[in-house]
């Protein structure tokens, strides 16, 4: 973090060594650790007045603080940065990847949350996502191992503990990065997806105003780009 030390001198000069030793290994921490990390680990973690100085550090980065589970921390990217990325067709998955991520993301997260089986706002899922489910596309069995591979290597997605009926995938810990608004923005998208007929998926319409019959059209089309790998 040599060349990071010059941005971030300026915020940690006023701290003794010991608070600067601190600020930088909650900081390192929470921005490379594969996953988060329990605040009563690190004092720059635990104490209120540290954390807001790595908060500051990861802000000249265009990162921010992530809340998990109310007792660990990790980073993710900005909501205004996640934005302005977008915009400019920042996108580093592959179309492979991205449908077989999001078929993992619909069976073992959506479907579930909107069946009332998966309550609260994480990512953790104890129906994990069958081989034999990600068949029903048009990816052909090579594509789909190669994708495994990588989104599992990328952290986005992790073997289940459960291998009695083969392989099963559930979402992996870099999920845990996104920000709380880009979160309940990924996890509507997809059930609305996965069972637009739901009373959730009727309650995140009625929630972000669209009913009409159209919105309903345009959910269907989006599950079928899923489904047939093209999303």
């Not at 941005?7 to 921490?29: I, K, T």
């Not at 619909?106 to 081989?131: N, Q, Y």
Request: charged share 25%.
């Amino acid at each position: 973090m040599t060349e990071q030390h010059v941005l971030f001198d300026p915020l940690l000069q006023d701290l003794s060594d010991r608070a600067r030793d601190e600020v930088l290994a909650a900081f390192s921490a929470v921005q490379y650790a594969a996953h988060p990390v329990a605040e009563v680990q690190l004092a720059g973690l635990r104490d209120v007045t540290l954390r807001r100085h790595v908060a500051r550090m990861l802000k000249l980065i265009g990162r921010t603080l992530v809340h998990v589970d109310g007792t660990h921390w990790t980073a993710g990217y900005a909501d205004d940065i996640a934005a302005a990325l977008t915009a400019q067709g920042w996108q580093p998955l592959s179309v492979v990847d991205r449908a077989v991520l999001v078929l993992v993301l619909v069976h073992s997260v959506a479907i579930p949350r909107s069946e009332g089986i998966l309550t609260g706002d994480s990512w953790k899922s104890a129906r994990p996502t069958t081989v034999d489910e990600l068949r029903t596309t048009k990816i052909s069995g090579e594509e789909r191992r190669l994708a495994l591979q990588r989104l599992r290597a990328a952290g986005l997605i992790q073997l289940s503990g459960d291998h009695s009926g083969g392989p099963s995938y559930i979402p992996g810990p870099q999920l845990q990065r996104l920000t709380p608004a880009a979160r309940r923005r990924l996890q509507d998208q997809l059930i609305l997806a996965a069972a637009p007929a739901s009373p959730i998926a009727e309650a995140i319409r009625a929630r972000n105003g669209t009913t009409t019959s159209t919105e309903h059209a345009s959910e269907r089309r989006t599950e079928q780009d899923i489904v047939e790998g093209s999303a």
